[in-house]
């Protein structure tokens, strides 16, 4: 018996002309997911892809793993791909679903017939499945209506299909269809969450990470690391710039007002972001912020940190309460990576009281004492470049 | 230059170590339980590096078993005398600042339903006798304390502790954690009536990966972790022969422990004095701690910031034992020390390798330190 897997694109299904297109990216994505785990054929018919092994090694619990984490698939299932006689059918069936038949009670079978030159027709398939299914397992009963679980066999082109559960799909769009935009990621557990639901949405990441060593440690970046590492298991590879940030905050600290230490750094990090944003052909900015959730997040204070990008800023969280970031964040592996203790950048020289209600103006007067374009231009001209594989 | 001052977290093996490590890796390779050459090379060797750790404790080999680290020590000795002792009191006499292998076991003692008592140390991080002579009485099963504090050094009336033990006829056990003063300070169980004893092998500058138990000859407590019946049946695995034959290695190249100690003593004082023309520096470790640590704050510099900032320097030293932002340094807190202080702290600790011109140079690195990283104007 050969197992096969089954996937299931859903939103692509909905598309126009771009259909093809798009799919074509996702099928390169899985390509390029699996490489590593042996020869298979991958085929494209209507909304299924096929991925077929032609390799006795193919792990395909690892497949199953990985497809799990591959946007643009809204479900996937594993298949036994059988000859085309009721008799392998038979043969096959009870054993390849008794794992996924053992907790339950009620099935049901559904066949499907595309070759109609099959011998039986699809309720005689049913019923021949089902009574060697019954036979098999007596503590199975059918239940046409409100089965636990449906078995379904589907007699295709060259060969018979029997399968069962459908595994829910990330979603999302592939990654690749919708351009590439640049995440600031400071550490923390929101950041690493909003570039994985922008990454959902098909666009491809970079990320941007300010290091203000001594006051921020090694430890720090690699934790930026790992955490984009775990991301990039979703979205793919991720170039990661890590740009030198001591010498601003230590000019902020020495220059401006301590109630607006934050926010002018956060218009740095803006500034500087967008800078290598638009060299490196990224169309918009994505941070981890939320309204309210720190002084610096404020609705006022958001508009004083968008007052300096000429570019999209997206916050996918900005609606979100903290403990649906972490629920999300737990889903995505991040939350204990994010929770290591280490000082980052936003967490250095913070002011007692913060503004919570800045004025603009104030921000830009408090920056005419220090020499931003020079500042930027350094910080940017010192960013290091690498970039982080998405590897399992 | 670099210079490491971070030697209570851990030492930097010494060369006989690593060779002895390495030779007996390559050719000791045989399990001392077995009964054919290899495993009775490795059964002398095992049974030389016992002799040799039971020598500076003026004990005898018998009462020494090899435990896979210094935290494996403590748990031993305190589940097991707690375990031995457990229908004769319910009373247990501890510190407020001992390390974590210690406190974390003493912790789920209490929610199993034992009393446990914590002494706390003045604002010096001292602990004295007399408190001990309070806590103790004849419902005391267990005493545990630690012979040298490992965050600031002070150093705990372990000499006295069993008279007082004796005075009040408390049937309790004596258990020292002695992982911090360890051939740093004369420590000689027996005269001190020490019924159990823990050491570490990579504090002395062995390998990573033995400890050990001293335990009186006559005093049998339960293991703790059960097995193959290895070390008398105190504490069962595999002994790690590479990392044991170290530890022996090590121990033979200590050299004299007093001499070694007046070295270190000078060094500490040159420290002392040169650190306290810094503005801002205030130092936490009591005058008469062991010389080997000393802990201090750079006002208004972040633990961490100091450390990240030194390293690029090329001294090693270390935040305290607790790195993390929020948790609070146990043994600082219990000092009184303010938040302010608690979270500048940071310990340089000192070992006999350590160089005169090494401490100036860590002196120049935490002089800029305070210079540049503080506000300007």
């Known amino acids: 018996m050969q197992e096969i897997i089954l996937i299931k694109n859903g939103e692509l299904a909905l598309k126009g002309l771009n259909r093809s297109t798009f799919e074509s990216v996702l099928v390169k994505n899985i390509k390029r997911r699996m490489q590593d785990l042996g020869s298979f054929v991958i085929s494209r018919s209507q909304s299924t892809i096929t991925i077929e092994p032609t390799d006795e090694g193919f792990d395909t619990d690892e497949a199953v793993e990985r497809l799990s984490k591959v946007f643009g698939i809204a479900a996937f299932q594993r298949a036994a791909a059988v000859e085309k006689d009721m008799d392998a059918i038979l043969a096959v069936a009870p054993a390849y679903l008794e794992a996924q038949l053992a907790d339950i009670s009620t099935f049901k079978v559904e066949a499907k017939r595309s070759d109609k030159k099959f011998p039986l027709t699809s309720p005689e398939i049913s019923r021949e499945v089902g009574g060697a299914l019954l036979g098999r397992f007596p503590h199975l009963t059918v239940d046409v209506h409100h089965p636990d679980r449906v078995v379904t066999v589907e007699i295709r082109e060259k060969k018979a299909y029997i399968r069962c559960d459908q595994i829910k799909g990330a979603g999302g769009m592939p990654v690749g269809t919708g351009g590439k935009a640049a995440l600031l990621i400071s550490g923390g557990i929101d950041s690493p969450v909003a570039g994985w639901m922008l990454a959902k949405r098909g666009i491809v990441l970079d990320a941007i990470h300010f290091a203000s060593p001594p006051f921020t440690s090694p430890q720090a970046e690699m934790k930026v690391h790992d955490l984009l590492s775990q991301v990039a298991k979703y979205s793919g590879d991720i170039g990661l710039y890590t740009v030198p940030f001591t010498e601003i905050q230590e000019q902020i600290r020495d220059n401006c007002p301590e109630e607006l230490f934050t926010l002018v750094m956060r218009r740095f990090m ?108 350094r910080a940017v001209d010192g960013a290091r470049f690498e970039i982080i594989r998405c590897t399992f | 230059m670099e210079c490491y001052l971070d030697n209570s977290a851990t030492t930097k093996p010494c060369k006989a170590a690593v060779a002895a490590a390495v030779e007996t890796a390559t050719d000791v390779f045989g399990n001392p339980s077995s009964l054919h050459r290899h495993g009775f090379r490795a059964l002398q060797l095992l049974e030389s590096a016992r002799a040799a750790v039971a020598k500076p404790l003026s004990a005898e080999s018998g009462e020494i078993y090899f435990t896979p680290s210094g935290t494996a020590a403590n748990n031993t000795a305190i589940f097991g005398a707690v375990q031995k002792n457990r229908r004769r009191g319910n009373k247990i006499v501890t510190t407020a600042y001992e390390h974590p292998s210690v406190e974390k076991c003493m912790a789920r003692l209490e929610s199993e339903g034992f009393t446990v008592e914590r002494l706390v140390p003045d604002s010096h991080g001292n602990i004295t006798a007399a408190q001990f002579a309070d806590a103790i009485d004849e419902n005391t099963i267990l005493v545990s304390l630690m012979a040298v504090n490992n965050e600031v050094g002070s150093i705990l009336p372990f000499e006295s502790v069993a008279a007082l033990i004796r005075r009040k006829k408390s049937p309790a056990l004596l258990h020292v954690d ?88 000078s060094l500490n004082a040159r420290l002392r004095e040169k650190l306290t023309a810094i503005a801002g520096v205030t130092v936490h470790s009591p005058e008469n701690a062991l010389p080997y640590i000393l802990n201090i704050s750079l ?32 043994v600082l807190t219990a000092m009184g020390l303010s938040p302010a202080q608690m979270d500048s702290a940071i310990r340089l600790s000192l070992s006999r390798e350590t160089t005169e011109e090494e401490i100036d140079y860590c002196v120049c690195a935490l002089e800029n330190a305070a210079a540049q990283l503080r506000k300007k104007g």
């Open chain 1, 270 to 377: 803006m500034r500087i972001s967008e800078r290598i944003a638009r060299r490196e052909d990224c169309a918009a900015l994505i941070t981890g912020e939320s309204v309210g959730q720190v002084a610096s997040q404020t609705m006022l204070a958001l508009g004083c940190t968008d007052a300096v990008v000429n570019m999209p800023v997206f916050r996918p969280l900005i609606g979100m309460d903290k403990d649906e970031i972490i629920i999300r964040s737990r889903q995505i592996d991040t939350f204990d990576i994010s929770i290591r203790p280490y000082e980052d950048c936003c967490t250095v020289f913070t002011p007692k009281h913060p503004r919570t209600r800045p004025k603009l103006e104030f921000l830009e007067q408090a920056e005419q004492a220090l020499d931003v374009e020079n500042l930027i231009q």
């Open chain 2, 178 to 265: 002695a992982v911090q003063g360890f051939l740093k300070l004369p420590i000689v169980p027996k005269k001190c009536g020490i019924d159990l004893l823990s050491v570490s092998a990579h504090k002395v500058h062995g390998l990573k990966g033995v400890g050990a138990l001293y335990m009186k000859k006559g005093v049998q407590i339960p293991p703790y972790i059960l097995g193959g019946g290895q070390e008398n049946g105190l504490c069962s695995g595999t002994q790690g022969m590479p990392a044991i034959a170290a530890f022996k290695a090590a121990v033979d190249a200590c050299g004299d422990v007093r001499k070694n100690l007046t070295h270190v003593s």
């Open chain 2, 299 to 330: 006002e208004g510099i972040p633990s961490q910031v100091s450390v990240n900032y030194l390293s690029e320097a090329g001294v090693y030293a270390s935040a305290g034992s607790a790195c993390s932002k929020g948790h609070r340094s146990p």
